[in-house]
């Protein structure tokens, strides 16, 4: 006999696994935590397989869960398409997409962007997360986000990515700063400098790295920031040098708060769009992706 799964089961699976729990789940259904729970498990009982991992009070989805998600997504999304028929203009878009993005993107583009996307369709809900680049692939890969925004490219085997722009990078001083005003540095000077750089797993930092091993100049790390704004800060203080998008200090160039300087280090990066193969793409996914590419793709690189 097929299992009898409704509605509102498929509902509480796929909302438990975008937020992890039964009563953040309880809470954006607006249902109480039993009856949320007590779905859950019956969904299980009618499938006679477990969906989750159960370390603690968070749920995690297992290997099956993880499989079946998109096929409930799908589900949900065709019933709420439905529904909108009824009673809705002709193609609006609507729903839920996560989105997590690395910092500077989270930062520096994302937010307008998803403005002007959000102002476009009021009935669409963008969920925004500001993470690292590890911490984006790793949200991808457990169905955390539907969409990864990250600075370089994806060497995960089991996500899709695409380039989406180019960035550049700039290494900045405070004006004070002993090596403000000098033609280009060399390597030796670059390898005494002292930097004030991104933790480990951030995209800005690996860039960096990258280009400072090729000239043979591994550089001396004086401090680890996980904020832009603190690099910005620490630097202007002159407590060392920073190596940055220049994204993020056109506004403090162009004042005259911090300096540019000349190391021929070509630090320059791609943007990419990274998601999981196996989840359901919706129409409003697919549309948010449209979107991010003809408003800041490769031919409209900054």
């Given amino acids: 006999m097929t299992p009898q799964v409704s509605f509102r089961q498929l509902q509480v699976f796929v909302t438990v696994a975008r937020l992890g729990t039964v009563s953040a789940a309880a809470g954006e259904l607006c249902l109480s935590q039993s009856a949320t729970s ?14 989750f991992e159960r370390p603690g009070r968070r749920l995690r989805l297992n290997d099956l869960g993880r499989r079946l998600l998109p096929r409930a ?44 996307f959000s102002e476009a369709h009021p009935a669409v809900d963008l969920r925004l997360r500001l993470r690292n680049t590890v911490e984006v692939v790793t949200d991808v890969l457990r169905f955390e986000a539907d969409l990864g925004l990250i600075e370089g490219e994806c060497r995960e085997p089991d996500l899709v990515s695409e380039p989406w722009c180019e960035d550049r990078m700039v290494v900045v001083a405070a004006p004070g700063h002993s090596l403000a005003g000098r033609e280009r540095l060399d390597d030796e000077t670059l390898a005494r400098a002292g930097w ?69 280090l070509g630090l320059s990066r791609t943007f990419s769009l990274v998601w999981h193969p196996d989840r359901y793409r919706s129409p409003l996914w697919q549309a948010f992706k449209v979107f991010l590419v003809e408003a800041h793709g490769p031919r409209a690189a900054p």
């Fill in 196 to 264: 004030i750089l991104r933790e480990p797993g951030s995209g800005t930092r690996e860039v960096f790295e990258r280009a400072m091993r090729s000239r043979g100049a591994p550089p001396q790390v004086r401090m680890e920031l996980g904020q832009h704004e603190a690099i910005k800060q620490a630097v202007r203080a002159g407590l060392g040098l920073g190596c940055l998008s220049e994204l993020s200090v056109a506004g403090e160039l162009e004042r005259g708060e911090l300096v540019a300087l000349d190391t021929g």
């Fill in 38 to 51: 007590q779905a859950l498990s019956d969904l299980e009982r009618h499938l006679g397989v477990a969906l």
């Fill in 73 to 116: 997504e799908e589900l949900l999304d065709g019933m709420h398409a439905f529904v909108a028929a009824a009673s809705e203009p002709e193609g609006e878009l609507r729903g839920v997409l996560a989105v997590s993005a690395s910092a500077t993107v989270g930062t520096y583009l994302l937010p307008s962007l998803a403005g002007r």
